[in-house]
């Protein structure tokens, strides 16, 4: 008589069934295998809500870059020949070792020296916001920058400080066009340097870019490089070529790598129960989907979480109106660009004004910001104010209270979004 393979399989897997029921009692047996089902079905929830709610593949998020635009954009971005004083680079607050970021609760620009903690006791001009990332900036969707958005691609076209005269259609493009000219951050702040270019008007804007394009023009290494990658005389050259070339290194050094997250929805890649009930929490009861979303975990909407507020704030007094600055519009007072989630476990501290330490504290702040402020010591107007973002959050579909150990569980779902910025 012959058994075909599938027939032997049968009987060595019956065999091995008895040999575990007999080694262990019958109850336990079955509730094992349940709670392994049961593990089999909450994973394949979790890959059908990360589906439902966009999640992508890396490969097919990034749009191709020009190697040679790359380089020379790579060292522009590296040089202090970007900022008026000759004396801070992109690179001084966008740094490899805080993921992009600086490390800092509010970023320390023109005046600052050294790298992380060590800018914070030198003389620089402290910024009212945190340093954002650069992960998937650059890829497909992203359009919407800065912690108010206020360099946007809407359906007419790029709305931003430069009105109809938007300096691209690339969004990427137009926000590097604004940090060699935002005073204190690459602009020192004083009466004179008031006087002569105001951050906010464009055409003044416009002649400190002429000059920082001329200075790239006649610099020994960049100039040559950028004149023959770009096909240009050297009084030919604009801002635009630059803002090109910077766009073209972050879209490719910072563009979206697989993460452990892709590989378990997209390739049956393994996850911990911790992340997996951590999944199901960012996309079930936790709501946090209901914000972060899409392909980079963002639904480039505004939204108000009652964050605490550190430092002098981007309207004075320790306030930022967040997306009002951009729209001067009441109903935006307090709203912020839903933060995008990949790498987010590299760039503490968190929030517009980096107020919080650490990703259970973020995460808390959704739900009970009280929690992590003490308001003894707050000033009338500090109070008053805290009590208009609490409004403003409480109309939100945010998170009701989460335990702390579901607290734990999302953070480890959001170590699952890390990736490594390998080869170049
Ligand atoms: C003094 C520190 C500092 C320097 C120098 C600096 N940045 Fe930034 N960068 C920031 C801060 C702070 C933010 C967030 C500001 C905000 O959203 O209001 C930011 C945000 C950005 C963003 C938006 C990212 C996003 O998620 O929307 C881009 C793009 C950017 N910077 C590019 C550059 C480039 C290019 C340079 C050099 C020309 C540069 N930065 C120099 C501090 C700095
Ligand atoms: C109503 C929309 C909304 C919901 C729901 C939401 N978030 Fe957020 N989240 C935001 C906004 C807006 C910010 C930034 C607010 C600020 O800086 O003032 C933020 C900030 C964060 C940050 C800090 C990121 C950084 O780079 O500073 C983390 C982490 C985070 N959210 C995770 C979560 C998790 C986990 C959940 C679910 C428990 C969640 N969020 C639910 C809108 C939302």
Not at 415 to 420: K, S, V
């Amino acid at each position: 008589m012959k058994f075909s393979t599938s027939h032997i399989l049968a009987v060595a897997v019956a065999a091995l069934i008895a040999s575990l029921t007999t080694s262990c009692s019958e109850p336990e047996a079955q509730a094992r295998q349940a709670a392994a089902s049961s593990d089999t079905m909450r994973m394949e929830v979790l890959r059908r809500a990360a589906l439902a709610n966009g999640a992508a593949r890396a490969a097919d998020l990034i749009i191709p870059t020009q190697p040679a635009r790359v380089e020379v954009g790579r060292l522009i971005f590296e040089s202090p020949k970007m900022s008026l004083n000759g004396a801070i680079s992109c690179r001084d607050c966008h740094l490899d070792e805080f993921g992009s970021t600086d490390g800092l609760p509010n970023a320390v620009g023109v005046g600052g020296e050294g790298k992380g903690l060590e800018r914070l006791d030198s003389n620089g001009r402290i910024l009212p916001r945190n340093v954002l990332p650069f992960w998937g900036r650059g890829g497909k969707g992203f359009d919407t920058f800065f912690w108010d958005g206020r360099v946007r691609k809407g359906p007419d076209g790029i709305v931003s400080q430069f009105g109809v005269k938007a300096p691209s259609t690339d969004p990427l493009v137009v926000a590097a066009h604004l940090p060699s000219v935002e005073l204190r951050e690459m602009v020192e702040d004083t009466p004179q340097i008031r006087d002569a270019y105001v951050a906010e008007d464009v055409s003044d804007a416009n002649s400190i870019q002429r000059a920082l394009a001329q200075r790239f023009a006649d610099d020994e290494t960049i100039g040559p490089r950028l004149l023959q990658t770009y096909g240009k005389a050297k009084s030919d050259v604009t801002f635009s070529e630059i803002a090109d070339a910077l766009s073209q290194f972050i879209r490719h050094e910072f563009r979206m790598r697989p993460t452990a997250f892709e590989r378990f929805v997209f390739d049956g890649g393994p996850i911990t129960d911790a992340q997996l009930a951590g999944g199901i929490l960012f996309y079930g009861r936790g709501r946090c989907a209901s914000c972060h979303t899409g392909p980079y975990f963002t639904d480039f909407a505004f939204h108000s979480v009652a964050f605490p507020q550190a430092g002098f704030g981007k309207n004075g007094f320790g306030i930022d109106e967040g997306r009002y600055n951009a729209t001067l519009d009441p109903r935006d007072r307090f709203l912020f660009r839903t933060p995008p989630l990949h790498n987010v476990t590299r760039t503490a501290p968190y929030s517009h004004s980096g107020s919080v330490t650490s990703l259970d504290k973020a995460i808390i702040a959704h739900f009970d910001p009280l929690r992590l402020v003490d308001t003894k010591p707050m000033t009338v107007r500090e109070r008053s104010d805290l009590y208009v973002r609490l409004g403003t959050a409480s109309r939100e579909t945010l998170p009701s209270a989460l335990t702390d150990s579901e607290v734990r569980q999302l953070v480890a779902f959001l170590t699952m979004l890390e990736f490594e910025a390998v080869s170049r």
